[in-house]
């Protein structure tokens, strides 16, 4: 057994866990005891960790594995008795989320800053997920961070550096160490669920072809055993799949912007049939249809109307839940099949809690997530089989899908507004501002819109009861739109304002419109209650989605 060491360490300011863990630059990981300090917290928050077993992986950006060594000898030191770690160091977050449940270890730590670009000047991320495989609550987070405020050692040992490359067993200072094939549980799990022998009759029809780009992240390993390993998919279906350090120099976030080679294939002369990207540690997605861009809320609404084409979710849904930004095409959907409907802040971890109460089994978000309680993260390769089982039960392409979805239910118009790089102050106030003035708004003109009701949302759990406020400011107007602000709680470097707007359609010839042109009322009514371009000293948006 190796030598414990006690390290002296002094606590830095700013490690509270944002929207999804801790994210912030390489260059501030890796300053002296950084990443030690955040991971020694996390212990000290497990409290007694003698005999508890972690899983450890990342989406294998710039200073993955070498924070895994860092982590590995720490949990060592600590009296952790086993490590399961992804080969190479990999574990995409669903598959995370996977193993921290089909292994019943007592949590896992993983390591990305989701779609934020990797490398040494660019993003590193910590997130903890809980023995349900879910991110760990808010209450959890705040012990962690509390312990980062008081922190003044850590627990190490010294070791050689574990051979992350070969599966199977080894030992590191007393603890036991398997090293496993971060895709096959994942595999199994999906096959469970999906209709495999029928997407592949659709994979390896010649008339049939779909693109998955991997966009030089995690998910590569992930799509091309499933998608051309195991349903016979054209070699050559997964682009981008060998992941990266630097993914590419790309922003590894699945968007009409960043998933350029996938949007260019969808467009081109001779357009796919099906396209989807995911991001960078493989929990997001975005899904195409033939030239047809298929909007996230949208997509969660479909996925839960043909839920019964999938043989894991024939038995009906116990019930859905989206973020409260997320358009609300997916409460018309729960309406008709008679389920629930929660609506929860902006973050995964509000949806933990409904799973582990068997409240709901899909839910979703604007930001291209979509899941269901198999695991307890969103999930985008699950996302895409859900997609391509759902397409060759109703035989209809994706388009086709999503049209005849709009006539059933209506249409939700959807769209996000970033204003990125703000001065935090800045934006700091005029969500204070808003949120101040919020009671007086209703009755107010705003354009040409008259405000009906606005609030600042506040969240409360129904399984523990636990509040959470201050999560958005909501404007209602008259002609039934809505506007919603916040600050974003991913980003590494100033401030990112997201205005959110949505707006619902019955009139069959109103349903196939320009989203920008048929939101642009609101959005203008929104941005002058909120006085946004004095704020901001912007005139547009840096991104639209
Ligand atoms: C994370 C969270 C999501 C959230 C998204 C955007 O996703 O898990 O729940 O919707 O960030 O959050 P924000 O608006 O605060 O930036 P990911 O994929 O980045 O882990």
Known sequence: MSMIKTIETTPYAGQKPGTSGLRKKVTEFTRVHYLENFVQAIFNMLGDCQGKRLAVGGDGRYYNRQAIQIIARMAAANGFSKLLI???????????????????????????????????????????????????????????????????????????????????????????????????????????????????????????????????AVTGPYARTILEEQLGAEPGTVINGAPSESFGGIHPDPNLVHARELVERMNGDAPLAFGAASDGDGDRNMVLGSGFYIN???????????????????????????????????????????????????????????????????????????????????????????????????????????????????????????????????????????????SGLPGRQAGELSIQAADDFTYTDPVDGSVSEE????????DGSRAVFRLSGTGTSNATLRLYCDKY?????????????????????????????????????????
């Open 505 to 545: 359609e019955t009139d069959p010839a109103l349903l196939g419109l320009d989203t920008q042109r048929m939101l642009a009322q609101s959005l203008q009514a929104a941005g002058e209650v909120s006085n946004m371009a004095e704020f901001t000293g912007r005139t547009a948006p840096d991104v639209i989605t």
């Open 296 to 438: 996230p809320c949208d997509s969660l609404a479909v996925l839960a109307a043909n839920a019964g084409l999938v043989p894991k979710y024939q038995e009906g849904l116990a019930g859905v839940a989206r973020s409260m930004p997320t358009s609300r095409a997916l409460d018309r959907v729960a309406r008709v099949l008679e389920i629930p409907c929660y609506e929860t802040p902006v973050g995964w971890k509000y949806f933990g809690n409904l799973m582990d109460a068997d409240k709901i089994t899909i839910c979703g978000e604007e930001s291209f997530g979509t899941g269901s309680s198999h695991v307890r993260e969103k999930d985008g390769l699950w996302a895409v089989l859900f997609w391509l089982n759902i397409i060759v039960k109703s035989r209809k392409p994706a388009r086709s899908i999503v049209r005849e979805h709009w006539s059933q239910f209506g249409r939700d118009y959807f769209t996000r507004h970033d204003y990125e790089g703000l001065d935090a102050g800045r934006a700091g106030e005029m969500i204070s501002r808003l949120r101040e003035g919020v």
């Open 86 to 216: 992804g080969r190479d160091g990999i574990l995409s977050t669903p598959a995370m989320s996977c193993i921290i449940r089909k292994y019943g270890t007592d949590g896992g730590i993983i390591l990305s800053a989701s779609h934020n670009p990797g490398g040494p000047d660019a993003d590193f991320g910590v997130k903890f997920n809980g023995a349900n495989g879910g991110p760990a609550p808010e209450a959890v987070t705040e012990k962690i961070y509390r312990h980062t405020l008081t922190i003044d050692k850590y627990l190490t040992i010294e070791a050689d550096e574990i051979d992350l490359e070969r599966i199977g067993r080894s030992e590191l200072g007393g603890m036991e160490i398997e090293i496993i094939d971060p895709v096959a549980d994942y595999a199994d799990l999906m096959a469970s669920i999906f209709d495999f022998e029928k997407i592949s009759q659709l994979l390896t029809n010649r008339r049939f072809h779909m693109c998955f780009d991997a966009m030089h």
């Open 471 to 478: 999560q958005g400011v909501r404007i209602f107007f008259n």
